[in-house]
């Protein structure tokens, strides 16, 4: 076996420039799936540090071992970009119960959203009302919201085959749910968990309450898809029952973390960057392995497999781990606003940070002319399996990169599993395959190597199309 092996390896050496592209994509693929980092990496991302809350001391810890990882690469540059950081932390574990008449009581699951304010030291109990998100909220007598806890309970939409749709569906209650409940005098919210699987998990994510007067800002949680079926029901036999709920959560002074950068510069065309990249941050339920130590790992692959292929890249590569995107997005923004004052030509950028599935495609956020230059080249993944070329969103971390004529893109994995454990506890290394993991390493790895290559296709003055 030891003896296959190491054929395969030569052959997936021979020079770059005596293979077709078929033949270089397949060496991309024999080499992450025989040779991958990516599961290694992950590994100790989510094993030994965990769950890598923006601020903390396991997002620190993050931040080094993968600038050491990096740098073990031999790569041209590696470098730590600083971002000042919000640090909200969680508190002692949160508790919750029904109150079915005074004595008799059923224990729930739920969750502090990530940036809520705590409740009072005693806890919160009050009477609910439940609706069906913000618009439903809206339509109330205001009379009826003051004083109760607001019950959010929209679910996905189970109908939609892209889960990301059914996500960004009902995520507005989530996100905006306290502020819009502040306004009208509630006491505090209880979320349904944005997640298909009914179970006892419940899952955070983050809140706003944007300019809001802090005497108006009131406790937000999430409550398990399970336990918010078994509220709403006992709703509907007694309007009158109480809810429960103690969290300590608490918003503290921001913090300097950093974005971790590495970089193989380009012979031909160097001051073209192609960037690739996902989050270092996660919140802290589970370890983040998901959402989305994957998209760490296998973006820093793409620059280790280019070295271990013999790929020698025209234009300069950067990956880029980005600080804070759960709940702030700085890190993104730092990145964006450093390349726009040092004027870099960022021709096109990747996120992986839909989970580390199986690889399905890519979502492209670029002109008509660029994207038919980019559909050229979905014969070649074919083979893989791998067909979804479509135009739309890419990622939060690359989208602030966003330009006239370059070519943003996100890898679209499977996305039937990812919100079973998308924020919850249950985001933990053993959920991860090891070679779908790896098949979206070698498929991220390829598309770079095809815009490498090829490059983007410029914009065309009404002169020359006429020429």
């Known amino acids: 076996m030891r003896i296959i092996t190491l054929l395969l390896v030569g052959l997936m050496s021979l020079p770059i420039s005596a293979q077709t592209d078929e033949e270089t994509i397949k060496s991309i693929f024999d080499t992450s799936l025989i040779n991958g980092k990516s599961y290694e990496w992950l590994s100790y991302l989510s094993n030994e540090i965990g769950g890598r809350l923006s601020g903390s001391l396991n997002a620190q810890r993050a931040v080094e071992y993968t600038r050491d990882q990096l740098d073990s690469l031999g790569l041209d540059r590696v470098w730590l970009q600083p971002v000042m950081v919000p640090k909200w932390v969680r508190g002692t574990p949160e508790f919750a119960f029904i109150e079915i008449e005074p004595g008799e009581t059923l224990a729930v699951n739920i969750c502090a959203l990530g940036g809520s304010v705590a409740t009072p030291l005693e806890g919160l109990k009050a009477e609910l009302i439940e609706v069906q998100g913000i618009e439903d909220l809206k339509s109330r007598d205001p009379e009826t919201i003051k004083g109760k806890i607001v019950f959010y309970n929209r679910p996905m939409d189970p109908t939609l085959i892209n889960t990301f749709s059914a996500y960004g569906g009902c995520v507005d209650q989530r996100y905006s749910g306290a502020m819009e409940a502040g306004k009208l005098g509630a006491a505090g919210v209880i979320v349904r968990s944005m997640s298909h699987k009914l179970d006892d998990l419940p899952h955070t994510g983050s809140m706003s309450y944007a300019e809001l007067p802090n005497s108006q800002r009131i406790p937000s949680a999430a409550i398990s898809t399970k336990h918010a079926e078994l509220l709403s029901g006992m709703l509907k036999l007694d309007p009158k029952i109480k809810f429960y709920f103690k969290q300590s959560c608490r918003q503290m002074r921001d913090v300097q973390s950093y974005n971790v950068i590495g970089e193989i510069r380009g012979r031909e065309f160097p001051k073209e960057i192609i960037t690739v990249g996902g989050h270092l941050d996660s919140w802290d339920l589970g370890d983040g392995s998901h959402d989305d130590g994957a ?119 499977d996305s039937q599993r990812y919100f079973d454990h998308h924020h919850a506890a249950s985001d933990t290394f053993d959920a991860v395959n090891k070679r779908e993991l790896e098949l979206g390493t070698a498929t991220m790895t390829s598309l770079i190597y095809l815009v490498d290559k090829y490059g983007i296709n410029p914009i065309r003055t009404n002169e020359q199309l006429k020429d």
């Open 295 to 413: 998209g760490c790992v296998q973006s820093m692959d793409v620059l280790r497999l280019f070295k271990e292929t013999g790929i020698r890249p025209k234009r300069t590569l950067r990956v880029v781990l980005f600080m804070n995107e759960e709940n702030g997005l700085r890190g993104a923004r730092k990145y964006a606003e450093m390349a726009k004052q040092k004027g870099e030509n960022h021709i096109f950028a990747l996120e992986s940070d839909s989970g580390g599935f199986t690889p399905r495609g890519f979502s492209f956020d670029c002109s008509e002319s660029n994207f038919q230059h980019v559909l050229q080249w979905k014969p070649l993944f074919k083979p893989y399996l791998i067909h979804y070329f479509e135009r739309g969103g890419s990622g939060a971390d690359v989208g602030p990169l966003k330009g006239d004529n370059n070519v943003l893109a996100g890898l679209r994995p």
